[in-house]
């Protein structure tokens, strides 16, 4: 087994890399202190462990996350797959399609890093979470570079000691604010995210009322139009409106027919000749018409003989 741990003494850090063979490093020191190197992984998940380093404790982290890895995918889900990008100032977990930083391990807060000889696709580390100062174990499954990123790490520590010898111990206060400024440029990219969600959640709720306020098929209610003095027209089929009003006065009834002053404009009563009667016209003029209807009937008993 491979595996790498890091001891503070006096203050300082030591960077202790030891292996059953000699190692020669991969990468030149420019990849990894000037750019990173990426690799591919499946990442099984983390869980907290009570002790920085040691084998038996990764092995047991391993065991719990296998099992935990084994309900999962019995029950139809897929181990997430990741990008690492290991460089001297840490390993970065990403999403490999969007880029998205998932966890960002600085590499001064890693105490132990480890491959499993008994199995090798699975290669582990362990680091002090920045927030809870607990040490979370991160768990990985890689078919074919699981001892190579174990290297990869190693060699990025043994860059870093280097670095630190020869700066006098001045890098590191450089290296802690680097770090700082990384982690609130993770922290600015989630608030980032949750914001853009929070305004497209915002969105479709307007949308949503927007649908719900103007219902289709609503009729709006219109008041009735009126003529040029202002009234209601007439409709044979309505129902009578009430009695109209002008500026609070009630208007006076029209009257009926029946009702009506039966007199034209000279005073006299019109003339109805359907009802005519014995007693409707002056002695002279009613001796006149007695006297063509006796002339009128002869004539007409006449004409019917002939």
């Not at 890895?69 to 490999?96: A, N, W």
């Not at 600085?106 to 105490?111: A, D, G, K």
């Not at 280097?162 to 440029?185: C, H, N, Y």
């Not at 016209?281 to 002869?298: A, G, N, T, Y």
Request: aromatic residues 8%; contains cysteine; hydrophobic residues 30%.
């Amino acid at each position: 087994m491979y595996v790498h741990s890091i001891i503070k003494i006096g203050g300082l850090i030591q960077y202790c890399i030891y292996s059953v063979t000699d190692k020669t490093w991969m990468h030149t020191p420019e990849a990894l202190s000037k750019h990173y190197i990426p690799y591919n992984a499946k990442f099984l998940g983390s869980t907290e462990v009570e002790q920085p380093k040691g084998t038996e404790v990764v092995r047991d982290a391993v065991r719990k996350l296998k099992f935990a890895r084994h309900i999962k995918k019995s029950e139809g889900q897929k181990i997430p797959k990741v990008e690492l990008q290991i460089s001297i100032y840490g390993v970065k977990i990403l999403e490999p399609k969007s880029k998205e930083v998932q966890h960002n391990c600085q590499l001064h807060r890693i105490s132990f890093c480890a491959d499993d000889k008994t199995d090798k696709r699975i290669f582990t580390f362990i680091c002090k979470d920045s927030e809870s100062n607990k040490h979370l174990c991160y768990v990985f499954d890689s078919e074919k570079c699981a001892e190579e990123i174990t290297l990869t790490i190693g060699q990025a520590f043994d860059l870093a000691y280097r670095k630190f010898l020869e700066s006098g111990g001045k890098d590191v206060e450089t290296r802690k604010q680097i770090a700082g400024m990384q982690k609130r440029i993770q922290d600015l990219e989630t608030e980032n995210m949750e914001l853009k969600n929070k305004v497209q959640d915002l969105e479709n709720q307007l949308r949503i009322t927007q649908v719900s306020s103007s219902p289709a098929g609503s009729v709006t209610a219109k008041s009735p139009s009126t003529d040029i003095f202002d009234m209601v027209p007439f409709s044979p089929i309505s129902q009578q409106s009430p009695t109209p009003t002008r500026n609070g006065t009630q208007l006076p009834p029209v009257p009926s027919r029946s009702t009506e002053i039966k007199r034209d404009l000279f005073g006299a009563e019109p003339f109805d000749p359907f009802n005519c009667g014995a007693g409707d016209f002056p002695p002279d003029i009613q001796s006149k018409l007695d006297e063509m209807q006796k002339m009128f009937v002869p004539k007409l008993y006449s004409l019917l003989l002939l």
